[in-house]
Nanobody
Framework: QVQLVESGGGLVQPGGSLRLSCAASGFTFTFSRYAMSWYRQAPGKEREVVASISNTGGSKNYGDSVKGRFTISRDNGKNTVYLQMNSLKREDTAVYYC???????WGQGTQVTVSS
């Protein structure tokens, strides 16, 4: 079983930055072998993919709404995936979730609120 724990959310003003972290654990899960993703869900909206990263970090993909502002990265030595969010907008307000597709495991989510 894989456990994913997100951290780093909070309240930030428009134009500000936050960095989210997702720590993975579970003795059957070799973190460095698997792609990872970040999703988000705003109130009243469906969950949407924000960014994905390959197991080595060599391939990254982003949702259209965050391209050029968000950066996904990973540290396989720390079993952690990151989401650097810059130039935040009010519409980025959502609960952000870490997802391991191969294990079909979700984290508990971390709230990001962009407001003045």
């Amino acid at each position: 079983q894989v456990q994913l724990v997100e951290s780093g959310g909070g309240l930030v003003q428009p134009g500000g930055s936050l960095r989210l972290s997702c720590a993975a654990s579970g003795f059957t899960f070799t973190f460095s072998r698997y792609a990872m993703s970040w999703y988000r869900q705003a109130p009243g909206k469906e969950r949407e993919v924000v960014a994905s990263i390959s197991n080595t970090g060599g391939s990254k993909n982003y949702g259209d709404s965050v391209k050029g502002r968000f950066t996904i990265s990973r540290d396989n030595g720390k079993n952690t995936v990151y989401l650097q969010m810059n130039s935040l907008k009010r519409e980025d307000t959502a609960v952000y979730y870490c997802y391991a597709p191969s294990a079909r495991s979700w984290g508990q989510g971390t709230q990001v609120t962009v407001s003045s």
